[in-house]
């Protein structure tokens, strides 16, 4: 079936512009993570959604990132006013109910901001 | 959240076993240890995970020390396939979020 899909693969930014990273997660996956991985480190998490509740937003690093998953489905991670620190491939995981289950992650979205 | 301690890199031959080794001496009674795996230029998958007993899969078996504090991922014949960055993660089963908190993982080297 399936996977988590994510789109675009890769975007290049100007600094100061806006950027919108889209996530498919597998149909019926009550919950939906969104990590960022810089360079050579291990991902990071950013923010946790079940269904389209945002329960967890703790890893977001400013208020110029956002995210939103309006049906409970597919999900935007928006950034705005990018900056050059904000280059990095941002994964998107789902999970049936986030319980125990594995996560399951999307190819990612390489953002590089130059 | 508890941490876990892995090598940074590890080689190993074709078709021989391999053994990934963490630690994890502050972990909790509600932690659940997680193996993932991230080939380059993908998204981690899910290897195997558990509490307390050992742990059979397709892919690997999970051996977890009888305090808790270590275990180990093992492949038991490596094929180059399975060249990846492997992550040791523990998970709090009663956390509200299920977030992962991943550390910077074992690359491992698979030797033909």
């Known amino acids: 079936g399936a996977g988590v899909s994510q789109s675009p693969r890769y975007k290049v930014a100007k600094r100061g512009q806006d950027v919108a990273l889209r996530c498919d997660p597998i149909?019926?996956?009550?919950?939906l993570f969104w990590y960022q991985q810089a360079l050579g480190q291990g991902p990071e998490f950013l923010t946790y959604?079940?269904?389209?509740?945002?329960?967890?937003k703790s890893g977001l690093p400013s208020d110029r990132f956002f995210a939103e998953r309006p049906e409970g489905s597919v999900s935007t991670l928006k950034i705005q006013r990018t900056q050059q620190e904000d280059s990095a491939v941002y994964l998107c995981?789902?999970?049936?109910?986030?319980?125990?289950?594995?996560?399951?992650f999307g190819p990612g979205t390489r953002l590089t901001v130059t | 959240d508890a941490k876990t301690t892995q090598p940074n890199s590890m080689e190993s031959n074709e078709e021989e076993p391999v053994h990934l080794p963490c630690n994890h001496s502050?972990?909790?009674?509600?932690?659940?240890i997680h193996w993932y795996r991230q080939l380059p230029s993908q998204g981690p998958e899910y290897v195997i995970h558990?509490?307390?007993s050992n742990v059979n899969n397709r892919m690997a078996s999970l051996a977890i020390a009888e305090d808790r504090k270590s275990s180990t991922l093992i492949l038991h014949r490596a094929t180059l396939r399975d060249a990846a960055v492997y992550y040791c993660?523990?998970?709090?089963?009663?956390?509200?979020?299920?977030?992962?908190?991943f550390g910077t993982g074992t690359r491992l080297k698979v030797l033909a």
């Open positions: 149909s019926g996956h009550v919950s």
């Open positions: 993660i523990l998970r709090d089963a009663t956390s509200g979020t299920y977030k992962y908190i």
């Open positions: 959604f079940q269904n389209e509740a945002q329960l967890d």
């Open positions: 502050t972990i909790s009674g509600t932690d659940y």
């Open positions: 558990g509490l307390t």
């Open positions: 995981a789902s999970s049936p109910d986030g319980r125990d289950y594995e996560q399951y």
